[in-house]
């Protein structure tokens, strides 16, 4: 470690650290004369919304500083700039009463000395966020611009993600913005892109959006922190920072050149970091020639970008459209102050772990996604239907849920990469905890709200409504329960509800409008110490529907079932082999008792399908990096797995009745595995399964990943594919020249393989990493223990989610997939009630459902009044396919009913930006056209031909529409 000498009396910036030697391509000292280079120095700190501390805590240790004091230095010096990210801490701002601060703040704002970029309530993670949640976060945070401080971004700033997905480009152009930097790109390509000038480049992010989905990327060409100068004067640091400038500005095609000036919580004293930088600056400005012609400004992005747009050689070639950026890997040196002298890791530390790290974490996230989005449906067809039927606290709890859902999309929140013990302060450091606490309280009260919505949209008191949570306490103290179910899908749809009772081992259930008796089944299921009332519901579009549920009354089919089931207990010769749902019937071996083989039952054909659940070990990191080996972030596995699955189990046909077929079978240590299929007539896709893995908790002997592991005859070769942020489908090659890490890739959604006959696919509700280890294989990680590094992945968390398997011929899967990802992440909401005092049994709010391949992304209220939609184009099997909706009659309407409806036709929706604030063409307008190589394209028809009362939805597509 060298000793820091210095002139001054202060503790030195962060950016002053003495370097005697620097190596890598990172930075290259030269001597070289260059022509006139401008640096945009582009002041800024990385705030994250939790990581090792809190967001509480940040905002009174570091963030609260940073604001105030940045505020006062840049008024009291109008050249200096600073640009501002995270939205979050500006509610904090607010909420502090720092009036000075806050009035400066939008003082500056005014002026241009402070940018507000990237718009978001967070920085949000790119792998393992949904499109739902990040267009959620997007817009909370570009309604608070708007509302106090009377800005609106045009560059995104996401210089931390772990990697940048396709879907990023559509969402940011949808916006109206005009260029996104990015940093996190894996280290091979970025050393490319730097040898080659191709640091800035257009990005386009579906094929069928073009024009509404591109913008220029820049690519930062180092850390984002400031230039680590070497020397221990000015003028020795001057010539440092000209020298690294010199060398930068050869990987740009143009003499501007992007410097940031920050790091993470930095600016707490921004007057002393902006007077020692200018202390450098000035020497060089005084005399640019004697420092390789480069001169040094502040700059926001909008002054950078302006300078980059006027350079005649500002003419940029395109990237392939729909790519994406990952699995990201860091293998050159970090040349920031807090990670100085410190390796950059292993050829094999690729950064997919994070893709599954704390699961547990991953799946409540999701979880509060589908309540608050359900919340936001039912609130717009509160205020169609019974505009005065309003909750407690609703306004609330809306705004709780929605700005909850967004903070844990933050990039070290539902990555799982935040710290769960004190590193920084004595308390407000658990991170982990703290993520968990509010997003578990805002699930409770968005539930409960969305419970007395409903009761109250049929007439009801809403009072003493409860969850399926609440009910499997509640249930035993009352023999007769109304159950409200509604769907906030725009489809018709066929499922299985399922709740937990106590105390009874049968139950009936009635349509409460018909009167007539639904299927329904009580399984007593051991292992989880749980009875589970499965109960068979069919609703239409948005529609809330009552049931009676009598509880302890013995149904005859049941009693039949389970006397069948009996005497078919044994595994076996002369006992079951096989179970099925009348589309697909899985088959066990009877000598190994694990699965063998999938059936087409309607074309009686017979596929090989074998599964495992193995623990991958990974490599211990070394004590002076952890990149070195796993941690939350990487995963490197070494050469040893063990399945938990014996060499023989004994499968246990738990139950075989009218809805569902279950098998248990115990696995290793205190780990089982359960198989459920559902009756096809009552489920949206009938050639699938559900594969449940109880993990129990993972070893502690070693660090290592669990992974679920398909084999089958589909001949895909090295072609998988995976779903990026349950929004676009992309296609993946596996790389046999690269390590298994290097071949995941993060799924939201599905992750599918397909060959000529036939195909294969997953559905995880959470995300997850996924990869094809060879030709007929599906791999994905579903829970990871690292007891290694800081502890930070030392996660004891029993998963006990279930994954949806896909059968059926290639197409057929390609076909249903993303169908399949909506359903499970928007089911049916359930609630209950003892005292029925509602007036009415069902609402239909809409007259005709969605197409099948349109998703109904979201109905909400707007800020400041009136409504907004996304409808989302699904990925189907041809990217040519196009549908047709109707506002008029798909949205929730009285004009069904006769009655005047503010939704009664489509010209009342406008085509708008993502956060509804701006019509399309002003968006359009708002985004620059930049000089390039590539020939984008004109944009699709939105409307049909001489018909803007029908919209023309393709696939792969973001629509979003604002109440006019």
């Known amino acids: 470690r060298l000793t820091m000498v210095s002139s001054f009396s202060l503790p030195l910036p962060s950016f002053f650290i003495v370097a005697i030697v620097l190596v890598g391509s990172t930075i290259l000292l ?6 006139s280079v401008t640096v945009h120095f582009v002041p800024h700190s990385h705030q994250d919304a939790g990581y090792r501390e809190t967001v509480d805590g940040y905002w009174r240790d570091k963030v609260s500083k940073t604001l105030k004091t940045t505020v006062q230095a840049l008024k009291a010096d109008p050249s200096r700039r600073f640009v501002w990210e995270e939205t979050i801490w500006l509610r ?67 210089i931390d993600p772990f990697g940048h997905t396709v879907v990023s480009p559509t969402v940011f152009a949808n916006l109206g913005f005009s260029g996104f930097v990015i940093n996190r790109i894996p280290d091979p390509e970025k050393q490319t892109r730097k040898s080659t000038k191709q640091l800035e480049f257009m990005w386009t992010g ?45 990987w740009y095609k143009t003499d501007h050149i992007l410097i940031p000036f920050g790091n993470d919580f930095k600016f707490t004293d921004a007057k002393f970091e902006f007077a020692a930088m200018e202390n450098i600056t000035s020497i060089i400005n005084k005399d640019p020639s004697s420092y390789y012609n480069v001169t040094v400004q502040y700059s926001t992005l909008t002054e950078y970008f302006s300078a980059l747009k006027s350079s005649p050689q500002a003419v940029f070639d395109a990237a392939p459209v729909a790519k994406d950026f990952f699995p990201y890997i860091a293998c050159d040196k970090c040349f920031s102050s807090v990670c100085a002298n410190v390796p950059c890791g292993s050829a094999d530390a690729y950064w997919t772990g994070y893709f599954t790290s704390r699961p547990h974490q991953k799946s409540i996230s999701a979880s509060q996604d589908s309540l608050a989005r359900a919340f936001n449906v039912m609130q717009v067809i509160r205020d169609e239907f019974s505009p005065n039927a309003s909750i407690p606290n609703e306004n609330l709890i809306s705004m709780t849920g929605r700005n909850t859902s967004g903070l844990l999309q933050h990039h070290d929140a539902i990555t799982g990469t935040s710290f769960n013990f004190c590193t920084i302060s004595s308390d407000e450091c658990d991170c982990v905890e703290d993520y968990n606490r509010r997003i578990s309280s805002a ?16 007439g009801g008191s809403g009072l ?180 938990i699955w014996p060499s023989i189990v004994s499968p246990q046909l738990v139950a075989s009745g009218p809805l569902v077929t279950q098998v248990n079978i115990a696995l290793e240590t205190d780990a089982f595995f359960s198989l459920l299929l559902f009756n096809s007539s009552y489920i949206p896709i009938g050639k699938s399964a559900q594969f449940r893995l109880n993990t129990g908790v993972l070893p502690q002997s070693s660090s290592g990943s669990l992974v679920m592991s398909m ?27 690269l390590p298994l890490s290097g071949n995941y890739y993060p799924v939201v959604g599905s992750c599918l393989i397909r060959g000529e006959t036939n195909g294969l696919g997953v559905v995880a509700s959470r995300s997850v990493g996924c990869t094809s280890t060879a030709s007929g294989t599906v791999e994905i990680m579903v829970h990871r223990r690292i007891l290694d590094d800081d502890k930070r992945g030392d996660d004891v968390n029993v998963m006990d989610d279930a994954i949806t398997v896909l059968f059926g011929s290639g197409a057929e899967v390609f076909g249903v997939a993303s169908k399949a990802v909506v359903h499970r992440f928007n089911p049916p909401s359930v609630h209950f009630i003892s005292q029925n005092d509602m007036t009415t049994t069902q609402l239909t709010p809409s007259s005709k459902p969605f197409p099948s391949n349109v998703h109904l992304l979201d109905l909400r209220r707007r800020d400041g009044g009136g409504h907004g939609l996304w409808v989302q184009g699904l990925s189907v099997g041809n990217s040519s396919t196009t549908q047709t909706v109707d506002f008029a009659t798909m949205l ?27 019509s399309l063409n002003e968006t359009r307008t708002l985004r620059w056209e930049w000089k390039t190589t590539a020939d984008i394209g004109s944009e699709k028809p939105m409307f049909v031909a001489n018909n803007d009362a029908l919209v023309v939805v393709h696939p792969e597509t973001l629509l979003s529409f604002s109440e006019s």
Not at 30 to 35: A, G, I, L, N, R
């Open 443 to 458: 699930a409770a009260d968005t539930d409960n709200a969305l419970g007395q919505l409903k009761v109250k949209l049929l």
């Open 892 to 918: 929730p309407s009285k004009a069904q009913e006769g009655i005047s409806s503010s939704f009664s036709g489509t010209s009342s929706w406008a085509p708008s930006s993502l956060d509804f604030r701006l």
């Open 206 to 250: 579906t094929e069928n959006q073009k024009e509404d989905s591109t913008l220029l990327a820049h690519v930062l060409d180092s850390h984002y922190s400031t230039p680590v100068l070497s020397g221990t004067t000015d003028v020795e640091r001057a010539e440092s920072f000209a020298s690294i400038a010199a060398t930068r500005s050869k």
């Open 92 to 158: 904090y701002l607010l909420e502090s009463g720092d009036e000075e601060t806050i009035n400066g703040f939008k003082e500056l704002v005014s002026n241009g000395q402070m940018e507000c970029i990237g718009g978001g309530w967070v920085m949000h993670d790119e792998a393992a966020t949904s499109i739902w949640s990040t267009a959620n976060q997007m817009t909370i945070g570009l309604d608070l611009l708007h509302d106090y401080f009377n800005c609106r971004p045009r560059w995104a700033w996401h």
């Open 464 to 643: 003493n409504v409860f969850t399926t949570t609440e009910f499997s306490n509640v249930s035993i103290t009352t023999p007769t329960w109304t159950m409200i179910v509604s769907n906030s899908l725009a489809w018709e749809v066929k499922d299985v509800v399922s709740f937990e009772v106590v105390g009874t081992t049968s139950a009936q259930v009635k349509d409460a409008t018909t009167g007539e008796m639904i299927p329904s089944q009580l399984v007593v299921d051991s292992a989880r110490g749980v009875e589970m009332l499965y109960v068979a519901v069919s609703l239409q579009q948005l529609q809330i529907a009552t049931y009676e549920v009598y509880i302890g009354v013995s149904d005859v089919e049941a009693e039949d079932s389970e006397k069948s089931l009996k005497e078919k207990l044994m595994f076996g010769d002369g006992g079951w082999s096989s179970v099925g749902n009348g589309d697909v019937e899985l088959v066990f071996d009877t000598t190994s008792g694990k699965l063998s083989k999938w059936i087409d039952v309607g074309t009686s054909t017979s596929h090989s399908l074998s599964l495992d659940h193995i623990y991958r070990y990974e490599r211990i990191p070394n004590t002076t990096n952890i990149f070195t080996g796993s941690n939350v972030y990487d995963f490197t596995p070494t050469s040893e797995i063990r399945s």
């Open 711 to 737: 084999s089958s005859d589909v001949s895909n070769g090295n072609v998988f594919y995976t779903d990026s942020n349950a929004f676009q489908r992309k296609e993946r090659t596996r790389d046999d020249s």
């Open 30 to 35: 030269s001597s070289s004369p260059v022509s």
